[in-house]
């Protein structure tokens, strides 16, 4: 008995120590699941520390809640996807030396608890593992939905480096290469935003503060095409200036000529989205995000996984380049680093701010900023009746919206209805949109709605591309949703019972449809694709030349 009660003594402390040591770098970029790895490493020593003062039948629960019940939490949190933590974690020291622990605790306790050891000897070996289990799942399960609680409160958690469980790009490299071993030290921000009245300030992660020179730097490392494995393609090939840094392309090819599956999404204030992609409620981090197209394998897109020391080589020679480097991480002896390229490229996509539409103009006290026929637009805009503000609200026209002070970040996803190919929602295998990653039926179809400003300068529209311009899509939420009526994707998107209830409909007057439609083309921001400060600088030092 002595024995069994020191082996489940030894597994506690070592899960409860490590939990402790991984807390902080969680903390860093993810405080919802940093402060859960804290409080249940406190939870296990604080029960070591009272297994020797008062052994007794009083710790056989939560001697059970602190082994099987967290490694049933965890179980649940690999195999459901939530927007407390991702759908999957790589497994590393840590979280198999504290599952292989934390399970021999669980037996331990069993052991001790079958021989009589809290009290009375327990019948039946099996009932008590069947009472067992039952009880660490259901103690697992209430870990998790307090978690999931106090979660909302709190920055979400990012996808772990290198995944991205978006349905087909996943990434394989070495975190610890890329820079996300340990969180750098959080410093003050001293960008100058220069942000018009009514737009707030956007979050940026405490690791990697705005400068202006490091925006610089991850501009130039934007355009430049030396990014790619092969040198044939940079970031600004799916993301042009002119078309508000999307591509006009229903999907794009990689710089293998992959073809993508997903279209590519404008970049303009993509600093307030509180999710970065078409599908992926947990991918929520620029940082995290751009990891996607540098280093995918399936599909290919930049194409640097393997080739990883020859492209950082290219910049490492470039004297241009080291001086650049050099002001954006002054600290650092060797600065060329894949995590201070990323950091860079999200800087630079961060202070992409669009606030200068006429719309913007209007709402800043320019009264003739918009046409009679935008502003009746606006009225249905904002009406019951078209409901286009409840998916598409706020500042930045979308509900996916966090700013620096958000609490409760949101993150909604819709199925508007564009396919039905079963008579039961389905959408194409390729392209299944939150169901990819969790997994549930009920999230078959559902996207995240982008923000309209410069919608006009994006199309073709919806995540794959298939609508050709903005009176079709305006003509298909008229319709209640799309119909197809042959080919491999014919169905009713009308009748689909996973369609939001929000797309149900209305009827507009070719007035009326004009109206709407000059207000969306009133969300367009001439200053924003024509800033000099987010322009291509290898084509003004081109013409330049003599």
């Known amino acids: 008995m002595f024995s069994a009660q020191r082996m489940v003594v030894i597994c506690l402390v070592i899960t409860g120590v490590i939990h402790l040591l991984i807390a902080p770098e969680h903390l860093a970029h993810a405080p919802a699941h940093g402060l859960l790895f804290g409080a249940i490493g406190l939870a296990q020593l604080g029960y070591v520390g009272l297994w020797w003062r008062c052994f007794g039948p009083a710790l056989r629960l939560p001697g059970l809640l602190l082994s099987g019940g967290v490694v049933a939490l965890w179980l649940l949190t690999h195999l459901v996807a939530t927007p407390f933590v991702t759908e999957s974690h790589p497994l590393d020291w840590a979280a198999v030396v504290t599952k292989l622990a934390e399970s021999g605790a669980f037996l331990g306790l069993l052991y001790l608890d079958h021989t009589g050891a809290f009290g009375r000897r327990r019948g039946n070996p099996a009932a008590l593992l069947v009472r067992s289990a039952a009880l660490c799942l259901g103690g697992g399960a209430m870990l998790w939905g307090t978690a999931l609680a106090v979660a909302p409160a709190l920055p979400q958690l990012a996808e772990a480096p290198g995944h991205s469980h978006d349905g087909h790009d996943h990434v394989h490299t070495d975190p610890a290469q890329a820079g996300y071993a340990v969180a750098a030290p959080p410093s003050e921000e001293t960008y100058a935003w220069n942000l018009p009245a009514g737009f707030p300030l956007p979050y940026v992660p405490p690791d990697n503060p705005m400068t202006a020179e490091k925006v610089e730097l991850g501009r130039l490392l934007f355009y430049d095409q030396r990014l790619s494995a092969n040198g044939t393609m940079a970031c600004a090939s799916c993301h042009e200036q002119g078309r508000a840094f ?16 997903r279209n590519s999404q404008g970049l303009g204030n993509v600093a307030y989205y509180s999710t970065l992609t078409w599908a992926n409620p947990v991918l929520t981090d620029l940082e995290r995000q751009i990891l996607i197209p540098l280093f995918s394998e399936f599909p290919v897109e930049m194409g640097i996984t393997g080739h990883e020391s020859e492209v950082l080589a290219r910049f490492q020679s470039d004297p241009a380049y080291q001086a650049r480097f050099a002001a954006a991480f002054p600290n650092e002896a060797e600065p060329y680093t894949w995590g201070n ?23 800043a006290g320019d009264l003739e900023a918009l046409s009679g026929a935008a502003l009746r637009g606006m009225d249905m805009f904002l009406s019951e009746e078209l409901e286009c503000h409840h998916c598409h609200g706020g500042f930045n026209f979308t509900g996916s919206t966090r700013q620096r002070n958000t609490v409760f970040v949101e993150a909604p996803f819709h199925n508007t209805g564009l396919y039905n190919l079963d008579g039961r929602g389905a959408y194409p295998p390729n392209n299944p949109g939150v169901a990819g990653v969790s997994n549930r039926p009920e999230d078959m179809g559902r996207f995240r709605a982008p923000s309209l400003r410069n919608v006009a300068l994006t199309a073709p529209y919806m995540h794959d591309g298939s609508v050709a311009t903005l009176e079709d899509v305006v003509r298909q939420y008229e319709a209640g949703g799309r119909v197809i009526t042959s080919g491999p994707y014919a169905g009713d998107g009308r009748r689909s019972p996973l369609k939001s209830g929000l797309v149900s409909g209305f009827t507009l007057t070719d007035q009326e449809r004009a109206d709407l439609l000059a207000f969306l083309e009133a969300l367009t921001d001439p200053t924003f694709i024509s800033d000099p400060r987010f322009s291509d600088p290898f084509a003004a030092e081109a013409q330049a030349l003599p």
Not at 246 to 260: I, N, Q, R, V, W
Not at 343 to 351: D, E, G, H, Q, T
């Open 246 to 261: 999307s591509d006009g392309t229903a999907t794009p090819h990689g710089a293998t000529g992959e073809a993508l599956v």
């Open 341 to 363: 390229i990323i950091k860079a490229l999200a800087s630079f996509n961060r202070a992409l701010i669009s606030a200068d539409s006429p719309y913007d103009r209007y709402l």
